[in-house]
């Protein structure tokens, strides 16, 4: 009883001390947690004879196991599919998704409320659940292998849809008023001032929506069997199966796969981060 | 195209019957809200409702590898009675959800508490924390496949120091479904502590401060005060994370790519089995009607959810 004074008040050095160690433990453990990433690229830039030595910085290192990813695997198609597919998705569902935020956060419509919450009820319906019947329904359509087959199903998310709404909602009404005094019409509105003001949160939706379809990997195996198709994450799986014991390979694969994802994370880590952040609840 | 009138308008008297074509700017706005939802709205009555619907049809038909169907009642739901694998396939997901969820949410916690306070330092920690969750599961299951590969993964080069030694993580059923979990953890964890950190954010300073002015401890300040706090977005994560466990795409990838369901069915989860079932040997039926059990599953535990925590609403006492 008699510490709780200096407890309450501990001297400077002491909170210092405590610091330093907790900004230590973080470390610590921040490098742990990135350690399988660090020890992908490692073995990517190690020779075969070197790829289960414990050393983490290669003892010569070699630019081989690229060259022959990139050389001996259509790893540039699959990666130009992935890139194509993943832009698609990523435009559309923009489009489609600021229209429908629009409506449903700044029109009033009978049914606006019902419509929202039955977007809204979808959201815990994850593809491992529907992909059987939805496989049948893209077959019924004639776009099993085919760009749209890849491309269309991709696009529908609730979560797009629920962020845009809430960012819409935040607006105050006054922004379209002046708008509607001169007579502008809703698409013109939605256009040049909606559309616009929604830069910010669209750019990081942007960035959340390429990085999840280019790293997909359940609905491309599905739905895409022919080899021209294949997206890199169906290629990498694939490669694996048939190079398995070249683990160099299969890390230099990975390293390629990985860099642009990882890329795009250290130049938008804030906004990636911020967007995830307010998906929790609100 | 003009379709808008506003009643702030100063002169709507000329130009209203001309603009408006017949229809009030009532009417033209609840039009133009329609149209506005409509691609989104069909897009997922086609891609989400429909396959939700069509997932139980499917359930009473035997589909064979040509798209040709018949009718067979509930012989689906009689054959997953009287399937073992199924059982097994149960099994192995409820232990999947029941680790997995208490780690990802201590963890989570965790990893959020270690970095709450905003400074430059905790910003580098929080990325870095976060990292793993941008790389795809197959490049997360094929590194983590290559750094327990049997007996000369680098992971089997530090075990010795915990004093084990030789074991096969991926080939002993004994310990496959504990690696699953263990990656599934590493790629998710970061998430959670984003989701966490939303939620510390959003608790008063004030009630720490008057709690440190009574002379509180850390852990009664974490106790008292963060915990009932976080209770709302405790809720979403427990909630979001048993989803994502018993049926989300994640748990699907890294299990696919990296046993297979295998060694001996021990990390055959459910969404694996009814996967192997449709795509590898056709039974799209089977697979339907085990799917919708899943739906009832999780919509059952959802509600149960909701139940307890009277609507997911909290009060904040």
């Not at chain 2, 396959?51 to 018949?70: C, H, T």
């Not at chain 2, 910003?123 to 197959?138: C, D, N, Y």
């Not at chain 2, 795409?249 to 055959?268: C, L």
């Amino acid at each position: 009883m008699t510490d709780i004074p200096s407890s309450a008040y501990p001297s400077s050095s002491q909170v210092t001390i405590v610091r330093i160690l907790w900004m230590l433990i973080t470390a610590i453990l921040a490098l742990m947690i990135l350690f399988p990433l660090l020890w992908m690229v490692s073995i990517a830039f190690k020779t075969p004879a070197e790829s289960f030595s414990a050393n983490l910085i290669p003892s010569e290192p070699t630019l081989e196991n690229f060259k022959y990813v990139l050389t001996g695997v259509p790893f540039i198609r699959y990666m130009a599919n992935s890139f194509f597919v993943s832009a698609s998705v990523t435009i559309i569902a923009l489009f489609f998704h600021t229209m429908a935020g629009y409506a449903l956060a700044r029109l009033r419509f009978p049914g606006r409320e019902i419509i929202f919450l039955a977007i809204f009820s979808t959201f815990l319906v994850s593809l491992p659940v529907i992909i059987v019947p939805l496989f049948v329904i893209v077959r019924a359509m004639g776009m099993l292998n085919a760009y749209a087959g890849l491309i269309v199903p991709s696009i529908f998310n609730a979560f797009g849809i629920f962020l845009l709404r809430q960012y819409y909602v935040s607006l105050p009404r006054e922004i379209e008023e002046a708008a509607i005094v001169d007579g502008a019409g809703y698409w013109r509105i939605y256009w040049s001032i909606i559309l616009p003001l929604s830069r910010p949160i669209m750019s990081a939706l942007a960035i959340l929506f390429f990085l999840a379809n280019w790293n997909a990997f359940l609905w491309p195996l599905t739905v895409a069997s022919k080899a021209d198709l294949w997206v890199v994450q169906v290629g990498i799986a694939n490669f694996r199966s048939q190079y398995s014991a070249s683990w160099n390979y299969m890390m230099a694969a990975s390293t390629i796969v990985a860099i642009p994802t990882l890329v795009l994370f250290i130049i938008f880590q804030r906004q990636i981060m911020d967007s995830l952040k307010t998906s929790g609840l609100k | 195209m003009d379709t808008g009138m506003s009643p702030h308008q100063n002169k709507p008297h000329q130009s209203t019957p001309i603009r408006q074509k017949g229809l009030s700017a009532k009417h033209r706005e609840w039009v133009a809200g329609y149209l506005f939802v409509l691609p989104d709205a069909i897009g997922l009555l086609i891609f989400l409702g429909l396959p939700m619907a069509l997932s139980l049809v499917l359930a009473v038909f035997e589909v064979n590898g040509f798209g040709g169907y018949r009718f067979v009642g509930f012989a689906n739901f009689v054959r997953m009675g009287k399937d073992p694998l199924f059982w097994q396939a149960a099994r192995v997901t409820a232990l999947y959800a029941v680790l997995l969820v208490p780690l990802l949410y201590v963890c989570g916690l965790g990893l959020a508490l270690l970095v709450q306070k905003t400074n430059r330092f905790n910003a580098v920690m929080r990325a870095m924390f976060f990292a793993p969750h941008m790389v795809s599961l197959v490049v997360v299951a094929v590194v983590w496949q290559f750094m327990v590969v049997d007996k000369i993964g680098v992971i089997n080069k530090l075990t010795p120091l915990l004093g084990i030694s030789g074991i096969s993580f991926l080939g002993d059923p004994q310990f496959a479904l504990l690696t699953v979990v263990f990656v599934s953890l590493w790629f998710l964890m970061g998430f959670y502590m984003l989701i966490f950190l939303g939620g510390l954010q959003d608790i008063p300073k004030e009630y720490y401060e008057a709690a440190k002015i009574d002379g509180a401890s850390p852990f009664h300040c974490f106790w008292y005060i963060t915990l009932p706090l976080l209770k709302p977005t405790s809720f979403f994560v427990l909630m979001v994370s048993m989803v994502a466990a018993v049926a989300g795409a994640q748990a699907f990838d890294i299990i696919y790519v990296m046993t297979k369901g295998g060694p001996a069915n021990s990390t055959a989860v459910l969404i694996v089995y009814i996967y192997q079932q449709a795509f590898s040997f056709g039974a799209f039926g089977y697979a339907a009607a085990m799917s919708s059990v899943l739906v009832i599953v999780l919509m059952l535990v959802t509600a149960l959810f909701f139940v307890m925590t009277k609507g997911g609403r909290f009060s904040y006492d």
